[in-house]
């Protein structure tokens, strides 16, 4: 297995459609796979160890995801937003390399040991040139990794989680149809590469036959602009991209694409109002919650476009609250909820997730496999399975409140406070409590003119949750810390309000 | 002979077909394309005639499957021969909609 074979079988079958566009710069899947073959080749010919990215998304990146792949050299997408020591402390862990950036990045970088640097524009010329491709020889051994990918690092020291080919290749496998797209689709990738969003994206989006439209750097306005000249038809966001774009949409500056038939979102929790918006601003679009991690290859489970409309026009609570929720697991993956103990929990009971599959991996470079026992990762996310199998991700367990002995979710905190008309966004995070050792502290944004209290909230969640819930210490905030990928971080509301 | 291991390939002996192993039950199986056994995938071709009763061909990035569902295949290249276990033809299986996800 190798995820080569994923852009051999779409060259063969669709060899003349579009394959990835960026700008004026598009690549048929033939291109793209011969373009591969000399990118391969030249890797070879440096002897390093690692393909490495620091770039944001242009036609490079899946010619050197490719590339890679078919010399035989784990693909491993930096973060373009680190700078200094952070990003020097990433380099020192994967040389020798070669390393894809901008000619920018590529001066400064210049002299590194063991670095070898291709520009962007130089990597292009490679690919288009007129070279021989390498023969056809990549590895088809699955434990070969494919992608080295550093998680963000927002609780300590990035670690670099292994995908290995029969990860990747299990998870296209198993959530793609082979050239189920149109030849008139087209995807807006905004997701950057060293998100396995991003990754996902490209693996799919050739397998599919779909065309893909980067967009290099997220804007509302670019996006919406870019989906409108495009006639997108699908789209992948994170929370925080949706909820600009609606915002936008909302001043009158842009009106919703018509064309774009299936939006799916994911990369961190989505606030209910936000898809609620979303729904009423996109009314023909079909919405997909997926939910994933790094470690297992990306999206393990969804909550698809029939799903999202039934839950939203239902008179019942119960399936309603379902438009909070993760959905149901992709086929061939299994989840279970467990106790501390790592014993599974009664239906509906909160605990760790742990998933099982062919696509998870549960790996990091150097730290071994975090799998236990039957193959089950643990996910470090709490959550619950309702009766009907619905999964509801209710924030990493190590953001858990302990008060007096009792654990309390931030997550079940928030959502009742994003059910208050007047909120906005919230954190709910530990702060020290000299009684119970820790108490819930909470930073709210309020909405655009609200005056709503601290008391006023604080009843609201007395009125819907036992009062050990109840936030003793309310801050308003004018917004919220999120990293670019959306994910909220927790850490920085902590220290803020007096945690450690 | 222990179960085939998933990512496993083959080819034809008979014609261009290459698929690969998504699923096998344990134990020695007879696979076979256009009425001749399968081939590792790096074997020189065979050659020969494919067997009229086994010529209905197979279409790229679809997937084989026998009646107890146990064995499935995926076709990584088309040929004009079609799948067989112990000389049953294997079926298509149907696609599952998944909604895209990314």
């Given at each position: 297995m190798n995820t080569m074979m994923l852009l051999e079988m779409a060259a063969q079958a669709?060899?003349?459609?579009?394959?990835v566009q960026c700008g004026d710069d598009r690549w048929t899947m033939a291109e793209l796979f011969s373009g591969a073959g000399r990118v391969a080749s030249h890797f070879r010919s440096l002897g390093v160890e690692n393909a490495a990215l620091l770039d944001v998304s242009s036609p490079a990146v899946p010619l050197s995801l490719f590339g890679a792949g078919w010399a035989g050299l784990p693909f491993v997408p930096l973060n373009y937003r680190l700078t200094g020591d952070e990003l020097d402390a990433l380099i020192a862990r994967i040389t020798p390399a070669v390393l894809v950036t901008d000619s920018d990045r590529a001066s400064q970088l210049e002299?590194?040991?063991?670095l070898t640097l291709i520009s962007r524009k130089e990597l292009l010329e490679i690919a288009r040139g007129s070279a021989e491709p390498a023969e056809p020889d990549w590895e088809m051994d699955p434990e070969e990794i494919a992608i080295l990918l550093f998680t963000s690092g927002t609780t300590g020291v990035p670690k670099a989680a292994v995908l290995r080919h029969k990860h990747m290749v299990s998870y296209i496998l198993g959530s793609v149809e082979f050239m189920a797209a149109e030849e008139s689709d087209a995807a807006l990738v905004s997701?950057?590469?060293?998100h396995v969003a991003g990754m996902a994206a490209l693996l799919s989006g050739i397998y599919s036959g779909r065309r893909m439209v980067q967009l290099p750097n997220f804007d509302a306005a670019s996006w919406l602009g870019l989906a409108h000249k495009e006639a997108v038809t699908n789209a992948f966001v994170v929370p925080t991209m949706l909820a600009r774009i609606i915002d936008e949409l909302e001043t009158g500056a842009a009106i919703a694409p018509a064309s774009l038939r299936s939006l799916a979102y994911g990369g961190g929790k989505m606030p209910l109002p936000v898809i609620e918006r979303a729904m009423h601003h996109f009314p023909e679009t079909a919405f997909t919650n997926a939910y994933g991690l790094t470690e297992t290859s990306s999206t393990i489970a969804v909550l698809g476009p029939d799903e999202h409309r039934e839950a939203a026009g239902s008179p019942d609570a119960e399936i309603r609250k379902r438009l909070g929720s993760a959905g149901k697991p992709l086929p061939g993956v299994e989840v279970e909820i467990r106790d501390e103990a790592g014993k599974p929990v009664a239906i509906g009971d909160r605990g760790e997730i742990y998933v099982r599959g062919?696509?998870?991996?549960g790996e990091y470079k150097g730290r071994?496999?975090?799998?236990?026992?039957?193959?089950?990762?643990?996910?470090n996310d709490g959550g619950r399975l309702d009766e009907e199998g619905y999964l509801f991700v209710e924030g990493r367990i190590d953001d858990v409140i302990v008060r007096g002995g009792e654990n309390l979710s931030p997550g079940e905190i928030e959502d009742v406070l994003h059910e208050h008309a007047e909120v906005a966004d919230c954190a709910v995070v530990p702060i020290p409590d000299e009684q119970w050792g820790e108490g819930v502290g909470v930073a709210i944004v309020r909405t655009r003119g609200s005056e709503v209290s601290a008391e006023t909230l604080q009843a609201w969640v007395k009125q819907h949750l036992r009062s050990s819930r109840v936030p003793q210490h309310v801050e308003f905030w004018d917004e919220l810390p999120y990293n670019e990928t959306g994910k909220l971080l927790r850490r920085k509301v902590k220290e803020a309000l007096g945690g450690a | 002979m222990a179960a085939l291991k998933a990512g496993t390939r083959f080819k034809s002996a008979v014609c261009a077909t290459q698929v690969m192993v998504i699923a096998a039950p344990e134990g020695d199986l007879e696979l076979s394309c256009g009425g001749s056994p399968l081939l590792d995938?790096?074997?020189d071709a065979a050659g020969g005639e494919i067997d009229a009763d086994h010529k209905n061909g197979t279409q790229i990035g679809k997937r084989y499957v026998n009646e107890a569902g146990d064995l499935e295949l995926l076709c990584t290249k088309p040929g004009e021969g079609s799948l067989a276990l112990g000389g049953t033809p294997l079926v298509l299986k149907e696609a599952k909609a998944l909604p895209s996800s990314d």
């Open positions: 669709m060899s003349e459609r579009a394959a002299g590194r040991d063991g997701a950057p590469p060293y062919e696509q998870v991996s071994g496999s975090l799998l236990v026992e039957g193959g089950w990762f643990p996910t | 995938v790096t074997a």
